[in-house]
């Protein structure tokens, strides 16, 4: 048996109130075997109504005799009656023992009419654009009543919005992780250098640092993750480099590149199948590293049954995009 000691007794002689015994940890138990026992008149039929042995019963409304330092029943023939106490128990206890029996029900019936919860996410502008329009599409398809919010906003925001619980967690790629905060990686994709059609480069095999050097890039801003990788990248390599145009937007890039204005390094998220038609793409995986596309959860944080159901409809193995696949692009 799960039987504590009694705490020694202060100067009143009563036990200190967060020490006190129980018998098996639960007063639950001894009210709900008392109240029934109450209301059934015997203790068999007791233990009957709660599926117990007869005996068990006894020790549960002995530990709460015990506990309240009185005789809540007296045996008379072959029932019982309650003695003054234990009717002043019995009005206190009844309405709570019944209430918590009936409270899944209550709870469902409170909760019923209260519907889904809004999912809020923080994202960037290439997640929502590339990454997510197809499992948002697959989301919606599975739980069509519930509210979706894409917080579209740089990597800085997203991360401000998940500290102060603006939003359930993010969907992007990060390269640094803080201490505060859980990455878990789900799709990686190669860097990619993409130039027009007509372009030197575009018919060269293997393609090398030195090679890009005399052409002039376009690159994203210069706060932006790709800027500061492509800068470290040939200042590490001590190969020479220069940006012709510096410009948001993978979309507006390609464009760029496609009329000829410069050529660019990219991540394949960006690529699809009908890019082939206009631009020419070269793996740049022997220099740059792959980037990786995730969830972020601030740690500790509590995720609603809504966001666990998108989380989990994400994950590689559940949801595939053979677009990836047919650009050239790998999941891991």
């Known amino acids: 048996m799960n039987r504590r000691r009694k705490a020694a007794p202060d100067r009143s002689g009563e036990a200190p109130a967060a020490t006190r015994f129980y018998y098996k940890g639960s007063r639950l138990k001894q009210l709900r075997a008392f109240c029934t026992i109450a209301k059934l008149g015997t203790l ?16 549960q409304l002995r530990a709460l005799e015990e506990e309240l330092g009185a005789r809540l029943i007296e045996r008379r023939r072959r029932r019982v009656v309650l003695t003054r106490e234990g009717e002043a128990l019995y009005e206190l206890a009844q309405p709570l023992v019944d209430g918590f029996d009936a409270l899944d029900e209550a709870f469902r019936s409170r909760t019923r009419g209260l519907g889904h919860a809004a999912l809020d996410i923080a994202c960037g502008n290439s997640t929502i654009q590339y990454l997510l329009p197809d499992m948002v599409k697959a989301f919606r398809a599975r739980h069509p009543d519930v509210p979706l919010n ?32 859980s990455y878990e990686p789900l799709y990686h994709f190669d860097p990619m250098l993409i130039t027009p059609l007509g372009h030197p480069l575009a018919r060269k095999a293997e ?27 040939f200042q590490r390599s001590k190969v020479p480099y220069h940006v012709a145009i510096e410009v948001g937007g993978w979309e507006v890039i390609k464009q760029y590149v496609a009329m000829g204005l410069g050529i660019s390094i990219v991540t394949g998220i960006c690529i699809g199948a009908d890019d082939h038609a206009r631009l020419a793409a070269r793996n740049l995986a022997a220099y740059f590293p792959q980037r990786s596309y995730g969830v972020v959860v601030r740690k500790g944080k509590y995720l609603s049954t809504e966001a666990r159901a998108f989380i989990d409809l994400i994950r590689p193995g559940l949801f595939t995009r053979q677009d990836y696949w047919e650009a050239g692009h790998s999941e891991r």
């Open 44 to 59: 068999s039929r007791a233990a009957e109504a709660l599926f117990l042995s007869q005996p068990s019963v006894s020790l």
């Open 150 to 181: 894409l917080r579209n906003v740089t990597g800085t925001d997203g991360l401000a919005l998940l500290r102060s619980d603006q939003v359930d967690f993010a969907v992007g790629s990060m390269l640094d992780v803080p201490h505060d905060l």
């Open 207 to 233: 393609i090398t640092l030195e090679d890009i050097s005399p052409h002039g890039l376009i690159l994203p801003p210069k706060r932006l993750t790709t800027y500061r990788l492509v800068d470290l990248i």
